[in-house]
């Protein structure tokens, strides 16, 4: 998998950022939302 990362042109740092972008809108988007809706 990492190799088909580096031709999409991804480095270790990015995949970071990205990692952790989506943990943060994740983290964001339980408190905005009720918790009865059903993720799938």
Known sequence: GHVYLEKWGFTTEHSLI????????????SLVFPKKVVHK
């Open 18 to 29: 990205i990692i952790l972008s989506i943990l943060v809108i994740s983290v964001v988007a």
